[in-house]
């Protein structure tokens, strides 16, 4: 039976077949390779539990394909953007502990790779620590710091390979991002980039402080090895890791920046000059990037001058490497020079050993004309010749070509003073013809001769006239006839009128193979061009080249390239296309040559074939386009020419295919001539594109600083963009903003205006405090007016929104105020002279408004904090109307941090100056002296009205007035208080409350009460106790007393004999009946805990006996039974108390009973207490 055949698309058949095959065979690799394709491309989501079932054998093994194929594994889950962030942790989790001892291996493929892995390992563990529920992984995180301290002792081990090295080098940078302070604002907070602002206060295991030390030694460790090592890898990687570093942290950009001035490459000196080279256009390459990006342009004018400087020294570098090579060659000349000339005897004796070899076919240096010259490149040719002239002097080379010239003229002037021969040949062409033989006849020797003197070989002309004279024809008529021959050969060998005949039709593929051909040819040649001229020392041809044409050379191949496509092949065609042929037919130009937009469409497949490397090309492209449409198109709309169709077309292929991190997009528009309003258009598509809406972003905050005459434009978009109503698209939008008012005044300007507009929008005053009306006027003429001195234009310019109404109608819900506000509470954080505008106009706000208002402004009045001038001026100057705004921004500062002592002089001041709400009072309360409480603490009772708010609000100021009593709390109201001078202890507050119910009012004091009895972690059962005991010992008893004994005893079961036994009982004597609520209370109470109270109950006069007998029929049964068990069957007694008990067991002269009395209507105790 055959197995079933293997499913390719199944990871299980896969996995079992991968690991049935033999060990590290290549059937078994071909199967692991399989199966990667699979999970990544279709299952991922089975990669975390692949390692979890293969690593924990796999560790342990050795080194195998099994092993590397499951670390690559490890690699990419940890790294993939695929998985999850929260998977990637569990993985992190799971993996720290079998990788933290496979660094201590000998194999140097694993153990880079699982370098690698902690690089990821490391941000994933420690962010997931800082969250509360990962605060239990501590072992996880002792791993990943011993792994860190392994990693760091192979970096600076001399033995470690190179690759472990670098790897290590990676692991560093990552450790300094983490261990160092990210934004602090949470909405910048970004998932990928945990530091430490992610640390709670207190953490149980991780000190920031101590982190953040570590992380600045090893960035000083990193800059040390950047100037001592004398690796050109090493040096390089650590250029390149500090991009990351400006990038990520700011703050850490002029330590960066202040390294790269002083670097020099003297640490390199032994290694090669192209090593050095390597170094520096690292360098190099991290400036330039750095002077096109926003995080670096702080730095830009220090980037200039580096740039100046490392030029300058890259120069001199080769310059002195020139010097080298040219003292290299000149000491081989003069060793050449020094060899003597070989003897006789040596070269017979060399010569026979030549001759066996040219007898069995080998090629020598005297036979070389059997040798086609033609086989080898032109580059190897021209450098043969150009090798062998530098071998000569220059005063030799002088030399020979005086001596040729001037025995040419003599052995011209020679020649033409000679009869002319009596064979028919001129003298000249006697003398020519009698040359050539014997230059013919003398090949062989031509080796040996030119090792002879020049100055040996004069020119004698006697000799020459008679060896010529000899060598003439020696008749005439022979001459003649020689003469008559070559006149015929002569006359056959002159050119007719001849015509090319026209050539053959080429066909559409052949024709696009050759256009592509050609502009491949000419990019090639610019690109060579460029890497010499990066190359090269030598700058004066360069600079001459510029100098005529206005553009170095490699960049004239590309303007060759663009103006082929833009004017050539046009204005050719069209030349061609006149011309008719003699027959009269038309010419077919038609079919031998494409058309302009053929070559335009194959130079378009180019620039996008290599987009990024080719931006040059496209951007010289559009500007010929442009300048072309503008010559070509005279008075016609330039919206239908070259230059807006191919910028169209190449735009949309761009966006579809741009990475949101690539910045050729961003570079190819800024260079543009201009920007059409499609162009626009495309951006703020980008920008509501989440995954793309950085590019976007980048292209309008760039033609918004750099090119002015777009500013509109741009701007108009990004500032609607803040509004938008998906916050990660409004987010995007203000932080662009928000880094306009950072790096541009001008830009400032705009930004803030709008904001205000925004702002005013929301509000009913149509008018400034200066009485400048708001009309809306166009931006243009906003351009023209520049701020006033505190920043705040007193006018609106017109901008227009598409995603809030000009006018909107309330009431609005918070999220469309966010809309409307969110940028102006950013701006606010910069420029605080802003705040003025939201008090102004927020009494002219509608309430829903007021309130959204109230809420958004927490986060930036977190920001700015109690110490903040701004705020403070506000509190004391607000004006009529934003009281409540006023009291929500005091209680934001005071939410989470005391109240300084200025804050609390400012409102107390402007509470007693402008009588303001209490409620101003509430959050400053505990800082101030007891006598402030108590004179204060009735006010705030009073605002007590049955709504949840304002009870949150008092409670609030309960528990920061009162100290929290000691768990052995006694009875003795003499404890001491542990800030006698500010706080009340417990029982005094309850015992002020109970006396408050004339100035605050009954209701807000048993409110008030009713919030003490809330407050159980401070009002315990022997709290209360001591409150009861204080209260009943006053002369008078408070009205509201029996009632806290009522809610104490429902509270504290285990009260009840206390209050039985001492509280009821001393009532007696204070004859509590004479105050009915009092008394009425006191029967509930005996009651509620009968049968404790019974014994009291005997206690009263017979008169308030009856009284309570007859009020309350439990009361009286249980009393009557107590009675009867206790004092046994006194019927008189009984009658006494009880009187005559008809059948229904009512009383039947309790009306009669003198001394009782006269029933009162209960006091609804109850109803108000609400005790059920």
């Known amino acids: 039976m055959q197995d079933d055949p293997l499913n390719a698309s199944d990871p299980l058949q896969l996995l079992s077949s991968a690991l049935s095959a033999p060990a590290d065979s290549p059937l078994q690799a071909e199967r692991l390779s399989e199966l990667r394709v699979v999970l990544e491309k279709k299952q991922p989501s089975l990669i975390p539990i692949m390692i979890s079932n293969l690593l924990p054998t796999t560790a342990l093994s050795l080194d195998s394909v099994l092993k590397r194929w499951l670390l690559d594994l490890v690699l990419y889950a940890l790294g993939s953007q695929t998985l999850d962030y929260g998977t990637r942790t569990g993985v992190a989790m799971e993996v720290v502990s079998h ?53 760091l002792k192979l970096l600076d081990s001399p033995t470690a390979p190179l690759g472990i090295k670098l790897c290590a080098l990676k692991f560093m940078q990552r450790a300094i991002l983490v261990q160092g302070r990210g934004p602090t604002d949470p909405r910048l907070q970004n998932i990928a980039d945990p530091n430490l602002s992610l640390v709670p206060t207190g953490h149980p295991f991780i000190s920031p ?11 000083q460790k990193m800059i040390t090895l950047l100037f001592q090592s004398k690796t050109v890898e090493i040096v390089s990687a650590i250029v390149n890791c500090f991009d990351a570093f400006i990038r990520l942290r700011p703050p850490l950009g002029d330590v960066i920046v202040q390294t790269l001035e002083v670097w020099t490459p003297s640490a390199l000196a032994g290694q090669s000059a192209t090593s050095i080279r390597s170094v520096e256009r690292s360098i190099r390459i991290l400036l330039m990037h750095l002077l096109r990006t926003p995080y670096g342009s702080p730095h830009g004018a220090r980037v200039q001058q580096i740039l100046q400087r490392q030029a300058e020294r890259v120069q001199q570098t080769a310059r002195e490497e020139a010097m080298r090579q040219e003292e290299r060659q000149r000491l081989a000349v003069e060793a050449n020079r020094k060899r003597g000339a070989p003897s006789e005897d040596e070269n017979a004796a060399k010569r026979i050993k030549l001759e066996p070899a040219a007898a069995a076919g080998m090629a020598t240096l005297t036979d070389m004309s059997a040798f086609d010259v033609s086989v080898l490149p032109p580059s190897m040719v021209v450098d ?32 033409t003073s000679q009869p002319q021969p009596a064979g028919g040949l001129t003298t000249q062409e006697a003398m020519a013809s009698a040359l050539v033989s014997r230059m013919e006849d003398n090949d062989d020797v031509v080796m040996e001769e030119e090792e002879e003197d020049d100055e040996d070989m004069e020119y004698e002309p006697d000799k020459l006239n008679e060896q010529l004279s000899l060598d003439l024809p020696s008749t005439s008529a022979m001459g003649a006839q020689q003469e008559a021959e070559d006149m015929d050969i002569i006359q056959s060998l002159r050119l007719a009128n001849y015509d090319l005949p026209l050539p053959q039709p080429v066909d559409d593929t052949s024709r696009t193979k050759i256009i592509q051909s050609a502009l491949a040819r000419v990019w090639d040649n610019g690109k060579e061009m460029e ?31 663009v103006r082929m496509v833009t004017r050539g092949p046009a204005s050719a065609g069209d030349i061609l296309g006149s011309l008719k042929s003699e027959e009269g037919s038309p010419s077919p130009s038609g079919r031998l040559r494409p058309t302009a937009d053929d070559i335009r469409q194959r130079l378009y497949d180019f620039v996008l074939g290599d987009f990024p490397n080719r931006i040059k090309v496209a951007t010289t492209w559009m500007a010929e386009e ?13 919206e239908t020419g070259h230059y807006h169709k191919w910028l169209r077309l190449i735009l949309e292929e761009l966006i579809k295919a741009v990475d949101s991190k690539d910045r050729s997009l961003n570079r190819f528009l800024m260079d543009l001539p201009i920007l059409p309003s499609y162009v626009f258009d495309m951006m703020r598509e980008l920008c509501v594109v989440e995954k793309r809406m950085a590019i976007g972003f980048a292209v309008l905050r760039d033609l918004a600083m750099s090119r002015e005459p777009l500013r509109k434009q741009a701007l108009e978009i990004v500032l609607d963009l803040t509004t938008h109503p998906v916050k990660v698209t409004r987010n995007a939008a203000i932080i662009t903003t928000k880094r306009w008012v950072t790096d541009n005044k001008r830009l400032e300007y705009f930004a803030r205006s709008f904001a205000l507009q925004m702002l005013r929008r929301l509000s009913s005053k149509k008018a400034t405090a200066n009485g400048a009306a708001t009309a809306d006027q166009p931006m243009d003429d906003a351009e023209a007016t520049e701020p006033k001195p505190n920043g705040i234009a007193h006018h609106d310019a017109k901008y227009p929104t598409s995603y809030v109404s000009e006018d909107p109608e309330p009431p609005l819900d918070k999220m469309l105020v966010q809309q409307y506000l969110e940028l102006y509470f950013v701006l606010c954080l910069t420029s605080q002279d802003m705040l003025d505008e939201i008090f102004e106009h927020y009494p002219y706000m509608d309430h829903s408004v007021q309130e959204a208002v109230q809420d958004l402004i927490t986060n930036l009045v977190k920001s700015l904090g109690q110490s903040n001038g701004k705020l403070l001026t506000l509190l004391r100057t607000f004006p009529p109307g934003s009281e409540t705004l006023a009291l929500r921004v005091l209680n934001i500062l005071t939410e989470t941090r005391r109240p300084t002592a200025p804050l609390v002089a400012l409102i107390k001041a402007i509470v007693a100056e402008r009588a303001l709400d209490v409620r101003f009072l509430m959050p400053i309360l505990p800082e101030m002296e007891k006598a402030d409480i108590l004179r204060y603490l ?8 049955g709504q949840t708010t304002e009870k949150a609000l008092v409670r609030s100021v309960f528990s920061s007035i009162v100290t929290a009593p000691p768990q052995t709390f006694a009875a003795s109201s003499n404890q001491p208080r542990v800030k006698q001078s500010e706080l009340l202890t417990p029982v005094e507050l309850m ?48 009205t509201l007393f029996m009632r806290t004994v009522i809610m104490t005893v429902q509270r504290y079961k285990s009260l009840t004999g206390f209050v039985s036994t001492t509280i009821l009982s001393r009532l007696i004597p204070k004859k509590v009946w004479e ?48 009675m009867v068990k206790k004092g046994g069957n006194n019927r008189a007694r009984l009658a006494e108390i009880f009187g005559d008990d008809d059948d229904g067991g009512n009383i039947a002269n309790a009306a009669n009973i003198p001394g009782s009395p006269v029933p009162t209507t209960p006091t609804p105790v109850p109803s108000e207490v609400g005790i059920t």
Request: net charge negative; aromatic share 6%.
């Open 626 to 638: 442009w300048v072309n449409d503008k010559r070509q198109r005279q008075g016609e709309p330039l």
């Open 531 to 561: 890497l010499l001229e990066a190359q090269t020392s030598e700058q004066s041809d360069i600079d001459g080249i510029k100098a005529v044409t206005g553009l170095p050379p490699h960049e004239i191949w590309m303007l060759t390239l």
């Open 384 to 415: 043969l010749v150009i090798a062998n002239l530098a071998l000569v002097s220059d005063q030799e080379l002088v030399s020979a070509i005086q001596n040729f010239r001037q025995r040419f003229a003599a052995a011209t002037s020679a020649a």
């Open 991 to 1038: 015992v002020l409350l109970h006396h408050m119910d004339k100035d605050a009012g009954l209701k807000p004091t048993i409110e008030a009460i009713q919030l003490c009895f809330s407050m159980t972690e401070i009002y315990r059962s022997d709290v209360l106790a001591a409150v009861i005991q204080q209260l009943v010992d006053e002369p008078t008893l408070p």
């Open 1075 to 1122: 105050q009915p609520p009092l008394w009425d209370g006191f029967l509930r109470c005996a009651k509620m805990i009968a049968p404790s109270s019974y014994a009291v109950l005997l206690q009263l006069p017979k008169a308030q006996l009856k009284d309570v007998v007859t009020r309350d029929a439990d009361l009286r049964s249980g009393l009557k039974d107590f």
């Open 99 to 151: 990788l933290a001892g496979m660094l201590y291996g000998t194999h140097v493929y694993i153990v880079k790779t699982v370098i690698s892995c902690f690089s990821s390992i490391y941000p994933l563990i420690f962010r997931a620590v800082c969250q509360p529920a990962g605060m239990a992984a501590q072992k996880q995180w002792e791993l990943v710091l011993a792994a860190k301290d392994r990693i």
């Open 938 to 945: 009735p006010r705030i009772v009073s605002t007590l009205n």
């Open 209 to 219: 402080s101590h982190l953040e030390n570590e992380g600045v030694e090893l960035l």
